[in-house]
């Protein structure tokens, strides 16, 4: 079945740094989307990704929808402490199918 | 503003005693899903709606049961808990089941079994 990479498992980065993840699968996707989730709470989508080439922005962060379909990178400018939490990123494959999760990078900001 | 509401966030069952988990939504989407997330883990798909449709994910335990009674509300039915069900148990929601559907998450029911 198709999986979705994330690795590492664990960043670490100071305070008002540049923070780049990406996310890989050898299956092409037809839409990715990057999601963040605090201890205890659900996932809140951070942003959807539709075209291949697709940059798009929300705020601090940038997404893009790599050229091949097969990757996508989430960029998080000047970090603040109210980062820190699990970055999913999830893809689908086409309609009907259902949405596939990374495993996550947990991050974390020192102040 | 429009969201998914899952109550109650914590519960606490005993082994063997059945439990219900609900969700409601207030963006009138036609899908509905639940999802159990355990301690540093992806969330897994146990089943969706579509409108009144089910289905159910294969590997998804007959210990697992659903219902969608009205477009607003679906409800995780465990009939008999055992400890390895202790997760935090996730409903979203989306449009539709295109592929441009984004789903959205409610903020999870905590569940713990004694």
């Known amino acids: 079945g198709q999986q979705l990479n994330q690795s590492p498992q664990s960043m670490f980065i100071q305070e008002g740094e540049d923070v780049s993840m990406n996310c890989t699968s050898s299956s092409i996707f037809n839409t990715w989307l990057w999601y963040k989730q605090d201890p205890g709470e659900g996932p809140v989508l951070l942003i959807a990704?539709?075209?291949?080439?697709e940059l798009t922005s929300n705020g601090r962060l940038t997404a893009q929808f790599g050229i091949t379909r097969k990757d996508s990178f989430l960029n998080i400018s000047a970090s603040i402490p109210s980062d820190v939490g699990i970055y999913f990123c999830a893809g689908r494959t086409g309609a009907n199918s259902k949405l596939t999760f990374g495993k996550g990078i947990t991050l974390s900001v020192r102040p | 503003d429009a969201m998914v509401i899952q109550n109650p966030r914590y519960q606490v069952t005993q082994f063997g005693k059945p439990v219900t988990l609900s969700c409601s939504q207030t963006?009138?989407?036609?899908?509905m899903y639940w999802y159990q997330q355990k301690s540093s883990q992806a969330p897994k798909l146990l089943f969706h709606?579509?409108?009144?449709?089910?289905?159910n994910e294969a590997d998804t335990p007959d210990n697992f049961q659903s219902r969608r009674p009205n477009t607003s509300f679906c409800f995780l039915d465990i009939r008999s808990p055992g400890l390895g069900d202790a997760a935090m148990y996730l409903c979203?929601?989306?449009?539709?089941?295109?592929?441009?559907?984004?789903?959205?998450f409610g903020p999870g029911t905590r569940l713990t079994v004694t």
């Open positions: 979203a929601t989306s449009r539709d089941l295109g592929s441009q559907a984004e789903q959205y």
């Open positions: 963006l009138n989407h036609n899908v």
């Open positions: 990704l539709y075209k291949a080439g």
């Open positions: 709606y579509y409108d009144k449709d089910f289905n």
